[in-house]
């Protein structure tokens, strides 16, 4: 199975601030890395694809980038509503597996 | 606009089987997949189970294997996820979520998630 590691577990960060998420893989997995975010009390959301492409109706102050193992998430201005937890995962080949996943507290 | 509608809350007990339904709407149905996924209480998402439901591939999570069955049933357009022999570390909200594309995709969008609590 592939492994797929995040960090930082928890960040603590104001709005207004830019802030960076980063997911490694045990092995190649090419682009195929995906971002979610998820409210307390709510089902997860996607947000990105392929590792840097947005969603429909996904901010513009988020973007993804990496490729291979190396991945990150940034979050450009954190507003009020981007306090919540991140998951990364990658669907390069079963089973897919997520990241432990990163929590953004104020 | 698409719609993922899960059947309601589940408690059972160990040792028992529980079937989770997820009816789909809004999209050609048989064109995209459609992925479970759990959270055990306070805890991170842990991929389970695929399935394509053109074709009725399926692809399971290793840890689960051999208790857990996703199947489809086209005219309902709707997916269920069985697990049987149910634990209690089995507790969790179980989530569908729709493909992005054909094969190989993310999920782009997520049901509401169904609690299934285990416990004597």
């Known amino acids: 199975d592939i492994q797929m590691t995040q960090s930082p577990a928890s960040l603590s960060a104001s709005v207004g601030d830019r802030v960076t998420i980063t997911c490694r893989a045990s092995q190649d997995i090419s682009n195929s890395l995906a971002w979610f975010q998820q409210k307390p009390g709510e089902a997860p959301k996607s947000l990105i694809y392929d590792a840097s492409f947005l969603l429909s109706g996904v901010p513009s102050n988020f973007s993804g980038s990496g490729s291979g193992t190396d991945f990150t998430l940034t979050i450009l201005s954190l507003q009020p509503a981007d306090f919540a937890t991140y998951y990364c995962?990658?669907?390069?080949?079963?089973?897919?597996?997520f990241g432990q996943g990163t929590k953004l507290e104020i | 606009q698409v719609q993922l509608v899960q059947s309601g809350a589940e408690v059972k007990k160990p040792g028992a089987s529980v079937k989770v339904s997820c009816k789909a709407s809004?999209?050609?149905?048989?064109?995209?997949?459609i992925n479970w996924v759990r959270q055990a209480p306070g805890q991170g998402l842990e991929w389970v189970a695929w399935i394509n439901t053109y074709y009725g591939h399926t692809s399971y999570s290793p840890k689960m294997q051999g208790r857990v069955t996703v199947t489809t049933d086209t005219p309902t357009t709707t997916v269920y996820m069985e697990l049987r022999n149910l634990r209690s570390d089995d507790t969790a909200i179980y989530y569908c979520a729709k493909d992005q594309w054909f094969e190989k995709s993310p999920p782009d969008f997520w049901g509401p998630g169904t609690l299934v609590t285990v416990s004597s």
């Open positions: 995962q990658q669907y390069k080949s079963f089973p897919y597996t």
């Open positions: 809004g999209y050609l149905f048989t064109n995209f997949g």
